[in-house]
């Protein structure tokens, strides 16, 4: 069984910056995806960002250039620096682990964004 913790969000400007983090108890493999994905209510859950490992990244094409998706193994924990956020940025985020190898999906909870002015 995997646990998942997110931290991390904040009321913050147009323009400015936050970092989320999402740490995983229980055995994590390099192998498997830990990713970030976020909703808006009324909204679909739409994937963020994903990585397993520093080469292979996944992002939408809404953040691509603004987020950086990173991940420490050591500490079962991934990052996103969020950076030029916009009002569209707002939503709760969530974090995800995929297992490679069995398909298990864990969530954490989700941890609010609010990007305004």
């Known amino acids: 069984q995997v646990h998942v913790v997110v931290s991390g969000g904040a009321l913050v400007q147009p323009g400015g910056s936050l970092n989320l983090s999402c740490t995983a108890s229980?055995?994590?493999?390099?192998?498997?995806?830990m990713g970030w994905y976020r909703q808006t209510p009324g909204g679909l859950r739409e994937l963020v960002a994903d990585?397993?490992?520093?080469?292979?990244?996944n992002y939408a094409d809404t953040v691509k250039g603004r987020f950086a998706i990173s991940r420490d193994d050591a500490k079962n924990t991934i990052y996103l620096q969020m950076n030029n956020l916009k009002p569209d940025d707002t939503a709760v985020y969530y974090c995800?682990?995929?297992?490679?190898?069995?398909?298990?999906?864990?969530w954490g909870q989700g941890t609010q964004v609010i990007v305004s002015s």
């Open positions: 995800n682990v995929k297992r490679l190898v069995s398909g298990e999906i864990y």
């Open positions: 990585i397993r490992n520093p080469k292979d990244t």
């Open positions: 229980g055995k994590i493999f390099s192998i498997d995806t």
